[in-house]
């Protein structure tokens, strides 16, 4: 079982380019895409999930190109969209049903598989009621379970966490990781604690492009030895800004506790502290950005 | 002087929005071809069989009304997505917050929706221009007889149309499908207001004052005139009558005013529309025909239950989950047409089933002839806002990615919607057929199996096309009525007006449902960017 993506380029209308060679491979586990706003992120979602096409490159199923054959993928993959629509006079289960015979899956396998999920997002309850009237963390929890309405092995997620409370977020990201052993899933978030909990590899992306891709473990060694934490006065923050990435501060009782990442401490009295994947994440899309303008002044 | 400049914002912006759409350009073409057709006399105004000669105020006021007639149906369709775009793009739950009036939001619509009307309008006022000079039968231009009947005749119409569809968003139970069903036989009630009435101020399309002028004209320029007035389409020329000369409509001040009041009356919809506007709250919205597209109150216990989901500690092991059978996954195409016809028929009253059933029965139970032509055309005109949803509801509900996302759409789902849509016309339809099976009238019930995919098909390639129901529902219900209702030869797609031609119709619609099918698998499989 394995997610190839090579040279993966996609430009919409106006020369807008959404996705720039991006290079990829997975195999079962969580990857966890993490990258800003507008980096490309759902439009890599999109073209996996067959939706639209890439303008140059291709992704490949088990070997197989999923442009030329999106069925094949179509069949073994479970996508929740970052921004979707139900069927409001439809009860939640009658929604995964039809949705599940859409996948192919009826008769007593589709009602036995909906009401398991319905059971496993917590909505058994709430089952024969119309969706018009769920709150957007049940429209969501909707959209989880039919993305596991056919068993997929390659299940894509897109933003799941948005919309959900905090409970339902650790149940979520709980369900991913005992998911994960016989499949591939795609976490695409900008969420990093999501992606933290979660994720047995990480892919960052910024700019359409790959700007790092590896175990979590091999992201923080990369900024390991440069994180650190420095008590300046509040007047004193502005200038630290300027001068170096702050990743957080904190405000006490003996001024502002920031956290600085930085090659050398930043500044007398700075305290070498334990890195974490919002640092390594920060430092990736820092880099990134400097070499981006490095390259655009020559 | 505030309120104006919110009108104006709000029409602007709303304009900008929609002239920046590919539709509008769809909409744009459609005026040029309309222009195009009327300008080469394919549309026509005939009395008595002649025509006047090709003066300045003959052309001007028969593309006017040309203008009027087609664009008041039609534009109707075009621009009754004003309230709609700002609910779908929730802009409405913004402007909903500000101080905004109902009066000035609904009056900045009105004013957006008449503005795309007279860019059409525009449109046809150019092409008159160009019909005189290629006619070329009256060199001499009268800039005021040309453009007068756009200006007095057609702006004022398009005013009231673009305030008739504003109303007909602002009131709930006109805002869906009901509503688009309902502008068919309004307009045509609008068409024969002074007929009807007899008051001949009542004429919001100026139809009326138009033909009583050139029926007076006619009587006096053409020998053996009996009275007839049509605005038609031709295949053939048609002859001037050498002695029959028409000056364009007397715009005396009384005139002049009527049509004024036709104005006023179009900005005083909108406000009245102010009084059943939502203002974009959802617990104010009220389905009409679909019963429960506003979800009801949940019993005491779902309400526990759905307390329960959203109050219990959730973050245990997840439930388990049975591993799917390798068959589990290639279940029957039959589930997957029960699905699509189950999803089609959620949400109907219980009445619109009870009605379906009495002219299943009635068309069980009564002679043949009225069996297959009016209980058939009743029969098939019922269902109307079950098929528009055809091929449009991925789009309008945002399921398009989830649906788009699984395996052989064309094959499967794209097919059984269309087979469900031909259930629906069949079941509703199968008292006449099982009349002219016993009857043994086979023309009669491959009429009658043509007319049932025909309208599967036309949903389905209308909706996929279009990506909305209500140019199915207005097409539809036009060709219903001219055709099945009225026994139009040809358009009758019943094949009750057919006579010895049926077999010969019921291969025509065969043919255009395979047409209308290909097309919508085409649509459908760019739109899965497989093409």
């Known amino acids: ?298 | 002087m505030r309120s104006l400049g919110v009108i104006y914002a709000i029409a602007r912006a709303d304009f900008l929005e929609r002239v920046r759409r590919y539709s509008y350009l769809v909409t744009l073409l459609f005026a040029v071809y309309l222009g195009y057709a009327a300008a080469t006399g394919r549309v026509m105004i005939r009395l008595g069989g002649y025509r006047g000669p090709y003066t300045s105020a003959w052309i001007g006021t028969m593309m006017a009304l040309v203008t009027t007639t087609f664009v008041s149906l039609v534009g109707f369709y075009i621009v009754k997505n004003a309230i709609d775009r700002d609910r779908q793009t929730r802009v409405g739950d913004i402007l909903a917050a500000t101080p905004l009036t109902k009066a000035s939001y609904l009056l900045g619509k009105v004013l957006s929706n008449f503005l795309v009307l007279a860019s059409i309008v525009v449109v046809l006022a150019l092409a008159a221009f160009a019909m005189q000079f290629f006619a070329a039968e009256d060199r001499t231009f009268h800039a005021w007889s040309l453009l007068s009947p756009f200006l007095l005749l057609t702006l004022p119409a398009m005013a009231i149309t673009a305030a008739m569809a504003l109303l007909f968003e602002a009131l709930p139970f006109l805002r869906g499908g009901f509503g688009n069903v309902l502008w068919f036989f309004l307009w045509s009630f609008g068409i024969a207001l002074p007929e009807v009435t007899k008051v001949r101020q009542l004429d919001p399309f100026g139809f009326w004052s138009v033909t009583q002028s050139m029926m007076a004209a006619a009587r006096a320029g053409i020998p053996g005139y009996k009275g007839d007035f049509e605005l038609t389409i031709v295949n053939q020329p048609v002859k001037v009558a050498p002695g029959f000369h028409w000056n364009g409509l007397d715009w005396t001040a009384t005139a002049l005013l009527l049509r004024l009041m036709w104005v006023a009356v179009a900005i005083a919809i909108p406000l009245c529309g102010a009084l059943f506007f939502d203002r974009f709250d959802p617990a104010r919205s009220r389905g009409f025909l679909r019963a429960k597209s506003q979800p009801k109150e949940p019993t005491a216990e779902e309400g526990a239950a759905q307390g329960r989901a959203q109050m219990l500690p959730r973050t245990a092991a997840p439930a388990h989950l049975t591993p799917l059978a390798s068959q589990a996954r290639h279940s029957s195409f039959i589930f997957l047409v029960a699905a699509e016809l189950r999803l089609a028929l959620t949400g109907s009253h219980w009445w619109w089933y009870a009605v379906a059933a009495g002219l299943l029965i009635a068309q069980l139970a009564a002679p043949l002839e009225v069996s297959r032509g009016p209980l058939l055309a009743a029969a098939w005109i019922w269902p109307v806002l079950i098929w528009s949803a055809l091929g449009t509801r991925e789009a309008r509900f945002g399921t398009s990615q989830l649906i788009f996302s699984c395996p052989r759409i064309l094959t499967r789902q794209l097919r059984a919607a269309w087979i469900a849509a031909a259930l629906v016309a069949a079941l509703t339809g199968l008292g006449a057929a099982i009349r002219m099976a016993i009857a043994g009238q086979r023309a009669g019930l491959l009429s009658w199996s043509a007319g049932v995919l025909f309208i599967a098909s036309l949903a389905l390639a209308l909706g996929v096309w279009s990506g909305t129901s209500k140019f199915f529902e207005g097409f539809y219900t036009t060709l219903w009525y001219v055709g099945p209702l009225n026994r139009v030869p040809g358009l009758d797609f019943t094949g009750s007006a057919g006579g010895h031609l049926t077999s010969r119709y019921a291969v025509v619609y065969f043919s255009i449902a395979a047409a209308l099918v290909a097309a919508a698998f085409f649509r459908r499989a760019r739109q899965l960017g497989r093409t």
Do not use: C
């Open chain 1, 1 to 298: 079982m394995q997610l190839q993506i090579e040279n993966l380029s996609k430009t919409y209308r106006g020369n807008v380019r959404a996705l720039r060679d991006f290079q990829l491979q997975m195999g079962p586990g969580v990857l966890g895409l993490l990258g800003p706003n507008g980096a490309g992120k759902s439009t890599l979602m999109r073209i996996l999930a067959t939706i639209t096409q890439p303008t140059a490159g291709r992704a490949l199923w088990n070997g197989a190109d999923i442009a030329r054959d999106p069925d094949a993928l179509r069949a073994v993959l479970g996508y929740l969209p970052q921004d979707f629509g139900v069927y409001p006079n439809l009860s939640a289960a009658e929604f995964l049903e039809y949705l599940a015979a859409v996948k192919g899956i009826g008769g007593a396998s589709a009602r036995k598989r909906v009401a398991e999920l319905l059971e496993l997002v917590n909505l058994a309850g709430v089952a024969r009621r119309p969706l018009g009237g769920f709150s957007g963390g049940m429209r969501q929890r909707v959209g989880i379970a039919q993305a596991l309405l056919n068993d997929p092995k390659l299940l894509i997620v897109d933003e799941p966490t948005a919309g959900l409370d905090p409970e339902e977020r650790v149940r979520f990201r709980n369900l991913l990781s005992e998911l994960s052993g016989e499949r591939i899933v795609l976490l695409s978030t900008h969420i990093v604690s999501d992606v933290e909990a979660v994720a047995t590899d990480i892919a960052l992306i910024a700019g359409g492009r790959l700007v790092a891709h590896g175990a979590p473990e091999a992201l923080l060694a990369r900024v390991n030895g440069k994180v650190w934490e420095v008590v300046v006065a509040s007047g004193e923050l502005p200038a630290l800004r300027q001068r170096h990435l702050v990743s957080n501060t904190a405000h006490r009782s003996d001024g502002v506790h920031a956290r600085v990442v930085a090659d050398t401490a930043p500044a007398p009295g700075a305290r070498a502290v334990e890195p974490s994947l919002e640092d390594a994440y920060l430092a990736a899309l820092a880099a990134h950005r400097d070499a981006d303008s490095t390259r655009i002044g020559a």
